[in-house]
């Protein structure tokens, strides 16, 4: 029998400084059944070289970088505790990327959320 996870709330930041660069996540949430795999979707905006950032924050917990991941890399670098065999990435453009998480349990509701450096305002965007 399937157990049914809690929603994985994928949040939507804009940043606090320049207004110019916004970074989307799509969808916004998402339920899903224990051993699914998900796919989460982050748009940089005009940050279209650079790389991403993935943080899981669980409920009551402070985030926890996941991974980081470059358009031009064969694969991602990965945070303590984290691996290719339940997380792994990659890019539809150079500025569109993708968080896929695999075999879904229940610890792995969370908020996620990915992050970028902005170097035309020298800020990072999430």
Not at 47 to 62: A, E, F, I, L, M
Not at 69 to 95: E, I, L, M, R
Request: aromatic residues 12%; proline residues 5%.
């Amino acid at each position: 029998m399937d157990v049914c996870l809690s929603s994985l709330h994928v949040m939507l930041l804009f940043p606090g400084v320049s207004g110019v660069t916004v970074v989307t996540q799509k969808p916004p949430a998402v339920t899903v059944e224990k051993g699914e795999t998900v796919t989460m979707d982050c748009n940089l905006g005009s940050v279209t070289d650079n790389s991403c950032r993935w943080y899981k924050q669980s409920p009551g917990g402070v985030p926890q970088f996941i991974l980081h991941y470059h358009h031009s890399w064969d694969s991602p670098t990965y945070g303590s505790g984290f691996s290719s065999a339940k997380f792994t990435s990659n890019h539809q453009s150079q500025s569109d990327y993708r968080l896929i998480i695999n075999n879904m349990q229940e610890g792995d509701s969370a908020v996620y959320y990915c992050k970028t450096w902005d170097g035309f305002f020298s800020e990072h965007v999430s």
